[in-house]
């Protein structure tokens, strides 16, 4: 993956990172946002794939259930941001992706093997974004309560 800074003031930067063949893109991106200590980004991309799981929120079972599937694939839309969780950051994006007959699949992001390149945004937002556990769910949501000021520890 290569990356580069394409803007910064008042502290609040703006990334490209251009990720390579076979890249993973959810590892890459929160271990990205690790290395830079980013605790508060949106992120928007666009490339291709060759496998992708995707998760759906099943309220059911309080889990999310994973389709895999293999083959090339557009990324015609990843959306998402990043928040701290537990002192760590914590990726939260849905990715729309599209077959070769034009029809579309979506949900969201639990793994993209990249194929043969995919172009990441991320721009960090003036507020750190933090995460708690909501008891219902069990899933970590941003607390728009707990955003204000960087992070412990930071």
Sequence with gaps: MKTRLLYEEAGLRTFALVMDKGDEAAGRITAFAR????????????GACRQATLGYFDPKIMDYRSTHFDGQLEVLSLLGDIATHNGEPALHAHLVLGRKDSSVIGGHLQKCVVFPTMEVIVTETPAHLRKRIDP???????????????????
């Design 136 to 154: 219902e769910t069990g899933l970590a949501l941003i607390a728009p309560d707990a955003s204000d000021g960087p992070p412990a520890g930071s």
């Design 35 to 46: 290395e830079q200590g980013i605790s508060g980004a949106g992120l928007t991309a666009i």
